[in-house]
T-cell receptor, first 115, second 113 residues
């Protein structure tokens, strides 16, 4: 149990365009979802925390107008990278936390390449 | 705030041997959880083992065990009978309030045949 999916797994977009990444909890309701960014050979950096039905909380240094997060339901959170630039190219990982649990379940990640 | 330090960027071990990955952490919380995650080349984060800080007994999952030293804020991972499939990046992490995880920088483990 506790499976999280992400779509797409890999996306290439042109500089200046926007791209949306979906994160779904398949067999549980995720009251909280997290979005991470990971550069090659580095650790996961928390970008934001989203709770269903409320605005996301962004980490210091993360541009909230550039990385739009929506957690509209208990099974879906989306990350939209607006006006993407090559420096936004990275691996984006989401995770979900079921109900009253504390443990995070991770999605398989999305590789974003901005050309 | 929490911090996690993994002082070994890379390690290697021969197949069937034992290896220990180090991790130290700092937190002001009295109630917290510790984790080791594995990230293979597929980049899917896989939970290896968890430890509740209030439990004195070290957690064990098959070939994986931890040495949890609460006073020293140390949480090392021992992998016994290493297998080629254990080759991955390993992250130590601490979770305190709000389900928020803080990760270490990671240790790249290579198991050699």
């Amino acid at each position: 149990g506790a499976v999280v999916s992400q779509h797409p797994s890999w996306v290439i977009c042109k500089s200046g365009t926007s791209v949306k990444i979906e994160c779904r909890s398949l067999d549980f309701q995720a009251t909280t979802m997290f979005w991470y960014r990971q550069f090659p050979k580095q650790s996961l950096m928390l970008m934001a925390t989203s709770n269903e039905g409320s605005k996301a909380t962004y980490e210091q240094g993360v541009e909230k107008d550039k990385f739009l997060i929506n957690h509209a339901s208990l099974t879906l959170s989306t990350l939209t990278v607006t006006s993407a630039h090559p420096e936004d190219s990275s691996f984006y990982i989401c995770s979900g936390v079921p109900g009253s649990s504390y443990e995070q379940y991770f999605g398989p990640g999305t590789r974003l390449t901005v050309t | 705030a929490q911090t996690v330090t993994q002082s070994q960027p890379e390690m290697s071990v021969q197949e069937a041997e034992t290896v220990t990955l180090s991790c130290t952490y700092d937190t002001s919380e009295s109630n917290y959880y510790l984790f080791w995650y594995k990230q293979p080349p597929s980049r899917q984060m896989i939970l290896v083992i968890r430890q509740e800080a209030y439990k004195q007994q070290n957690a064990t999952e098959n070939r994986f065990s931890v040495n949890f030293q609460k006073a020293a804020k140390s949480f090392s991972l021992k992998i016994s009978d290493s297998q080629l499939g254990d080759t991955a990046m390993y992250f130590c992490a601490v979770l305190a309030s709000g389900s928020r995880l803080t990760f270490g920088e990671g240790t790249q483990l290579t198991v050699n045949p």
